[in-house]
């Protein structure tokens, strides 16, 4: 049985800092990225990196603020949040894809990643809270 448990979330300031961690395990874990859902909107993709760590994607609204890693012999998958704005508060959530799929180019797989039905496992989810 897969399973996926986030922490790091909590509550800190405009500016500030936080790194989220996903610990999964049960079986062999592709591509693992993080969403987030704020009160009132859909899931959002924020972040992913591929098996190997070569190649990471991240939406518009936190590039050059957010940096997703991975310890594969840890199972485990890193949010390191920096410049937080209040517009980042959510719950985020860890995901993952069992499966190691292969992509002809860049659009299309970053197309493909950022789709919350691209991925089979889910955390149960950390809040994250910033105050202005």
């Known amino acids: 049985q897969v399973q996926l448990v986030e922490s790091g979330g909590g509550l800190v300031q405009a500016g500030g800092s936080l790194r989220l961690s996903c610990a999964g395990s049960?079986?062999?874990?592709?591509?693992m990225g993080w969403f987030r859902q704020a009160p009132g909107k859909e899931r959002e993709f924020v972040a992913t990196?591929?098996?190997?760590?070569?190649?990471?994607f991240y939406a518009d609204s936190v590039k050059g603020r957010f940096t997703i890693s991975r310890d594969n012999a840890k199972n485990t998958v890193y949010l390191q949040m920096n410049s937080l704005k209040p517009e980042d508060t959510a719950v985020y959530y860890c995901?993952?894809?069992?499966?190691?799929?292969?992509?002809?180019?860049?659009?299309?797989?970053?197309?493909?990643?950022?789709?919350?039905?691209?991925?089979?496992?889910w955390g149960q989810g950390t809040q994250v809270t910033v105050s202005s």
């Open positions: 995901a993952a894809d069992s499966v190691k799929r292969v992509y002809s180019d860049y659009t299309t797989e970053y197309t493909t990643r950022s789709k919350v039905n691209s991925y089979d496992y």
């Open positions: 990196i591929t098996w190997n760590g070569g190649k990471t």
């Open positions: 049960g079986r062999t874990l592709y591509t």
